[in-house]
């Protein structure tokens, strides 16, 4: 029989069957168990006349199971269709992207961004909570990190291009940042849904708004900057003193009490070696290492954060640009910058999470950029996102082992607020959440149509969305 429902994304394995079940509180008469007899990942929801019932191997999957029941009884006004499904999902890692450092979004509009997660069985959310552009967390003992860092006096207009002397800048003082109390509500919110958060602190690179806050920690304390005002990659990164290695174990043991997931990213991206190779205080480190290139000391960084994170019972997650340094073999790479650079950090061994750029950074267009908002350039559409190719062609089974899953990335240079985050994530999530869960494949017309019966689920979460192209 027909599919009654459509369901984004696709289980596994989903039989209609005859019949409804009347009732007017579904999660009431849903009945949920562990079983023993069902592998770790797997859940099997069953719906009857009589009555709903849903059964996993863990409390993971069962997090999975309810979510799809989500989806089945929004707007089923007290009608729902039997079913019996039985699925689990291809990817352990499927993760979105959250930049909250550029744009700062209140947590009540980061909730609804996990509602809409959870609707979509995606389980990670990786939060982006220091940059150049403001620093977001609470670290006690260092309250300048949010009484200056979270706060720029204003923000670029348009796109960062052309000469300086061109730029306007709005004259708006823009920021916030969470205490470790709401961060934990939030943990806990996500929890509840079945999502891991992951936070990021970037480093050594991208950390102009901490050395805003406490000139010290960069290389050359004696020049005051501010928080950064344009996008783009600062030159201003970390000095190498004890005094920024002990901030460091500060603000990483913080962190990691705060979040519980076994992860924390630690960037690695971007970072210039232009004031380590104007630093006195550099050359004399390199020497005390035993480094021979200026390059080495982000390497210096990466293993110093590692370890930390490992007294933590944490594991460090970084950019693919860590690749080029020294760094532990238990690091997880989570590559950006092309699909090349999968193939290169499976063959070394490493653990990693696909997220390039091409078709997974979700600030790139939608479709011809005359008739849409302003973006930081690329055009990455829907369709793209069901069908292009993700990993390299020339993939091992032994690499393809290695891939924890699938990550979608929303930046927020040019994303201003809660609205113009949904519109870009919505419904490219819709399409990414099919291949990181690893739906059957369709084609992109039934999926397209697929679609287009789903969205009212977004508008009873209250999400915004860009309408599909008629």
Sequence with gaps: MPDPIALVPLPRSVVWSEGTWETTDPWEGLSVGLSEDLPATEYALSISPQGAALSAGSEAALADGRNTFAQIVTGADGSIPCVTIADSPKHAWRGMHLDVSRHFLPVEEIETLLDGMALHRLNVLHLHLTD????????????????????????????????????????????????????????????????????????????????????????????????????????????????????????LTQVAGIFPAPYVHIGGDECPTGEWERSSQARARMNEWGLTRVSEIQGRFTTFASEVLAEQGKRAIAWDEVLETHLPDDTVIMNWRGPAGVGEATSRGFQTIVATSDLLYFDHYQADPADEPLAIGGRTTLEDVYTGRLLPKKTSADQERLVMGLQAQLWTEYLPDAGAVQYMAFPRLCAFAERAWGSPEQGWDEFQERLRAHLPRLDAFGIRYRPLDD
């Design 132 to 251: 150049d552009q403001g620093w977001r967390v609470e670290i006690k003992g260092y309250p300048r990190l949010t009484e200056v860092g979270a706060w720029r006096e204003q923000t670029l207009v348009g796109h960062m291009s052309g000469d300086a002397e061109s730029w306007t800048f709005d004259g708006v003082r823009h920021g916030g940042s969470y205490s470790q109390e709401e961060l934990k509500g939030l943990v806990e919110y996500a929890r509840r849904r079945g999502i891991m958060i992951v936070p990021e602190i970037d480093l050594p690179g991208h950390m102009q708004a901490a050395v805003a806050a406490y000139p010290e920690l960069g290389n050359f304390p004696e020049q005051q900057v501010g928080v950064r005002e344009v996008w783009g990659i600062s030159d201003h990164v970390l000095g190498v003193s004890d005094q920024v290695f002990d901030f460091l174990r500060d603000v």
